[in-house]
């Protein structure tokens, strides 16, 4: 069984900086592509962010480029998103997602509960 389990939300100044983690198991992690998806509220679900299966090709949304870091330990089973320069925009709850493939950027068949991220001052 899948299992995706995001931590390291938080609330945060502008400005501030938070790094996400994605703990999982059920699935041999080495071999798909994950991603990290936002909810903003009353928004739909958007990609932010994804990884290929050896951390090789990243691809993040133009709205977090240069802010927004996604990395993997495949030893560790792990997945990692960094934010830095948080506005308030980025106020959503972040989901682990797992890809279809050893890369998707916009497909994705799991995700987690989802960990909330809170920028306001």
């Known amino acids: 069984q899948v299992q995706l389990v995001e931590s390291g939300g938080g609330l945060v100044q502008p400005g501030g900086s938070l790094r996400l983690s994605c703990a999982t198991s059920?699935?041999?992690?080495?071999?798909?592509?994950m991603l990290w998806v936002r909810q903003a509220p009353g928004k739909g679900l958007e990609p932010v962010a994804a990884?290929?299966?050896?951390?090789?090709?990243?691809s993040v949304t133009p709205s977090v480029k240069g802010r927004f870091t996604i990395s993997r330990d495949n030893a560790k089973d792990t997945l990692y998103l960094q934010m830095n320069s948080l506005r308030p925009e980025d106020t959503a709850t972040y989901y682990c997602?797992?890809?279809?493939?050893?890369?998707?950027?916009?497909?994705?068949?799991?995700r987690g509960q989802g960990t909330q991220v809170t920028v306001s001052s």
């Open positions: 997602a797992k890809g279809d493939s050893w890369w998707s950027n916009t497909v994705w068949t799991n």
């Open positions: 059920g699935f041999d992690f080495s071999t798909y592509g």
């Open positions: 990884i290929s299966n050896a951390g090789g090709t990243t």
